[in-house]
């Protein structure tokens, strides 16, 4: 007889555990279905995001910051440092040991709401009298499980270049890109978006000669118009090749490493050699084999689930969160869905302002924002006021020798709510959060102004921000 549930996610990546994780505190009998194995074949938890994803990606970039400070900025601050060197297969190790670490954390928490973790691949085997069924197969014998609700947290994979084997040596994806055992002394990386960016950022810091090729014709397009300008010229002088409105061409194996054919913006054909190769142009849901015609359900023409603004799908009983559905394929995102689900399927009335999701991109130094661009406030003729302040006369950033960057924030020009914040900082993805709560409880600028705010620390910056869009910022 089939096991019983009143919750099964499918997933357990950062959206698929939490909704666990919650759905297990409201009381319901949870199980949830992972069958991520790892390079040495064991089993984990946390999925993309914590195996091979953000946390690993973020051990490095702090790994690699550390050699470019001892090696280049120590003598700053009057230390002298001599025959610093990279061992690599200590920094990868050490970014192992804390993704084993964060893993195991999820199995004690699983452990601790008593959830059950099903180990394998879970599909949907068809719905009957209330209960959604759930096929987990581990290649081998399948296990049936039910559910009156079903989560689809399944989260993304990257996307690959049509006719380009990634193999994961040679030519990588986010997953071959961090667990390299040299540095390569010619990296090229196709895509100069969040991931190509900070992973070109990692091994340019450690010596790689990094070349970043980019089809789009604008650098950060996403980002704020001053934010993308600051950037460009922080990261060229840090020493990346990025090169804007490419047409990728041929890829194949050279006698060393690996070429690189393509057109640039005017045409005119280049050929690049290179020790290895980063992919990095975006990601697509992984909604495959999941059964989804089981249960009457079926994915758009660009791979994922349809759902309403609470995550509910056509099919009463299964929801569908994270990078399977629409909206930015951001890990916190899919947490607070996650949160938002457990909480519906009890009873209760949740909601999610998805104008209040920040983006973060962990160069150094960092960039951050929510809300509003200013072409986005443009092409709305929405009436707004700006004001901007730099880091380059910040006490704090002077002090520890950080000051690229500014806070830019956007207010309306009538009421002075807060309609979007730009930082460009060392500490972006800590300093937006204040911005985030004033948006939540839809603070004006004023409100920010009037708030007492440490001295020094950075984040008087996005206080003198707030000033400056009433042009009255008081230390500059």
């Known amino acids: 007889m089939a096991q019983r549930y009143d919750v099964i996610v499918i997933g357990a990546g950062p959206a698929g555990y939490i909704a666990a994780i919650r759905a297990a505190q409201l009381g319901f009998k949870v199980a949830c279905v992972e069958k991520w194995r790892n390079p040495d074949g064991k089993m984990a938890l946390g999925g993309t995001c914590l195996n091979v994803g953000c946390i690993p990606s973020k051990a490095l970039l702090a790994s690699s910051e550390q050699f470019e400070n001892a090696s280049r900025h120590l003598h700053e601050h009057g230390i002298v440092a001599k025959g610093v060197a990279v061992d690599v297969a200590k920094m990868v190790a050490r970014k192992d040991a804390i993704v084993q670490k964060m893993a195991k954390g999820i199995e004690f928490l699983f452990r601790k709401n ?9 599909r949907f085997a068809g719905s009957a009298d209330g209960f959604h069924r759930i096929e987990v197969s581990d290649g081998g014998e399948v296990d049936l499980n039910e559910a009156r609700n079903v989560i689809l947290a399944t989260g993304s994979k990257a996307r690959h270049l049509e006719g380009v084997t990634v193999d994961n040596a040679l030519v990588c994806d986010n997953e071959g890109a961090l667990a390299f055992d040299s540095v390569p002394k010619r990296l090229g990386v196709i895509g100069a978006g969040v991931i190509g960016l900070e992973l070109g950022s990692v091994w340019r810091r450690l010596g ?26 922080i990261f060229t002088e840090q020493g990346l090749d990025i090169r804007m409105g490419v047409a990728i061409g041929r890829i194949k194996p050279a006698k060393k490493g690996v070429a690189v ?13 290179f020790d290895r190769l980063i992919v990095s142009v975006g990601r697509v849901p ?11 359900l079926s994915i758009d023409a660009r791979g994922f689930i349809e759902v309403d603004d609470l995550c509910r799908t056509g099919v009463p009983g299964i929801f569908a969160i994270g990078d399977v559905v629409r909206g930015p394929m951001l890990a916190h995102k899919g947490e607070d869905e996650g949160v938002m689900v457990a909480e519906l399927i009890a009873g209760q009335k949740p909601h999610i302002d998805y104008n209040t999701i920040p983006w973060v991109i962990y160069t150094a130094p960092e960039i951050a924002w929510v809300g509003k661009t200013e072409g986005q406030l443009k092409a709305e003729k929405r009436a707004y006021r700006a004001g901007q302040f730099p880091f380059a006369v910040n006490g704090r950033a002077l002090g520890t020798g ?8 956007l207010v309306d020009s009538q009421t002075d709510e807060i309609l979007g914040v730009h930082i460009v900082a060392s500490s972006a993805s800590d300093l937006v959060t204040e911005a985030v709560v004033a948006m939540e409880f839809k603070a004006s600028a004023e409100d920010i102004a009037r708030v007492c705010h440490p001295h020094p620390s950075l984040s008087e910056v996005v206080r003198e921000a707030a000033l400056a869009t009433a042009k009255r910022a008081l230390n500059m």
């Open 114 to 122: 008593k959830i059950d973790w099903l180990k394998g691949h879970g």
């Open 261 to 273: 054919e393509y057109k640039d913006a005017d045409g005119k054909a280049h050929k690049l050699a």
């Open 286 to 296: 992984n909604t495959d084999d999941l059964g989804l015609e089981k249960v009457g």
């Open 402 to 409: 950080e000051t690229d960057g500014f806070v830019k924030m």
């Open 208 to 233: 790689s000669q990094v070349t970043i090729l980019e089809a789009m014709p604008e650098f950060l397009a996403a980002c704020d118009e001053s934010v993308s300008k600051a950037c460009w010229t």
